[in-house]
């Protein structure tokens, strides 16, 4: 995996086509063309996967599998349109979506990776309340007054870890900006 001084944001940005311009619009259609290879309209989270790494070619992201899956079930659950071929597949009207927030998701899933300091795909209270981590975790989303019970509310199943699933909804409600990532409207 690569570490976040290694992943180039303009270049993850520039592929990640989701603004509303026609510009962009056209660039989602074509990339739709080349996800959706039976051109039937819908793809299932194994076709965006591959798109990801065939298509988008971000080998980064491509290896950051949970921020795809939960991009997919994102953009997927946000949609309440009836879809045919039921909830396992993505359509075109979804894909903006998808691709906003994969980039999102691609980013919390970098932070999510520095604060696993054990690097077994959760986070334990003492990696989380380490003296370290809360001054990274204060300057992604402001100060925290108790660690300790941070992550009692990130962890919503009470395991005693907090998983991807967890941190990306904590993640969204505090805002969460890595600092070195380039978002969207710098230059």
């Known amino acids: 995996l690569a570490t976040m001084a290694d992943i180039d944001w303009v270049d993850v940005n520039k592929r990640l086509p989701y603004k509303r311009t026609e510009e962009e619009k056209e660039k989602r259609k074509q990339l739709w063309r080349g996800i959706d290879i039976n051109g039937n309209g819908y793809v299932s989270l194994a076709e965006i996967t591959k798109g990801i790494r065939d298509v988008i070619n971000i080998g980064d992201l491509f290896d950051c599998r949970p921020a795809i899956n939960r991009a997919f079930h994102f953009s997927r659950d946000v949609h309440t349109s009836s879809n045919p071929h039921g909830d396992d597949y993505l359509q075109f009207r979804e894909f903006r979506l998808f691709l906003q927030a994969v980039r999102q998701f691609f980013e919390y899933y970098q932070a ?5 300091t054990g690097d077994d795909n959760r986070v334990s209270k003492e990696e989380f309340t380490s003296e370290v981590i809360k001054e990274t975790i204060e300057r992604w989303v402001g100060p925290i007054e108790n660690m300790e019970e941070e992550f009692n509310k990130i962890d919503k199943n009470g395991g005693g870890q907090i998983l991807f699933s967890e941190f990306v909804d904590w993640a969204l409600e505090r805002n969460l900006d890595i600092e070195d990532d380039v978002d ?4």
Do not use: L, T, V
């Open 112 to 116: 999510f990776d520095r604060i696993d």
């Open 184 to 187: 969207e409207d710098q230059p």
